[in-house]
């Protein structure tokens, strides 16, 4: 079993808190949610409209499309609202020394 590598993505202080923020990262698209000083991370193109999310609503763990309203669960990118039918990438993170690192592989 290979070890995680994890990839620097944002200082902890750039994910404003129960907000959301599109960063790249290793060349692709992400966004990163602050809910409750948690952070998460998903890919950041919705799976029904091809809305960047950074742009979308979040509210609680639930991120909502700004093109149609569809919503996806932050945690793990499961699909919670229609039309939203097929998940978006969600990748493991960790807090250390006030930077958020994703295990991206």
């Known amino acids: 079993m290979s070890e995680i590598q994890w990839t620097d993505a944002a ?4 994910v404003p808190a129960d907000d959301v923020i599109g960063k790249i990262v290793d060349g692709r698209d992400l966004a990163l949610y602050n809910v409750e000083g948690e952070v998460f991370a998903t890919d950041n193109l919705c799976t029904h409209g091809h809305a960047r999310l950074c742009e979308g609503f979040l509210e609680g763990h639930e991120i909502e499309c700004p093109l149609h309203q569809g919503k996806f669960d932050v945690r793990n990118g499961a699909p919670t609202c229609a039309p939203v039918t097929e998940a978006i990438r969600s990748y493991p993170v960790k807090i250390e020394a006030g930077r958020v690192y994703l295990a991206l592989g």
Do not use: G, L, Q
Not at 11 to 14: I, R, V
């Open 11 to 14: 200082s902890f202080d750039e």
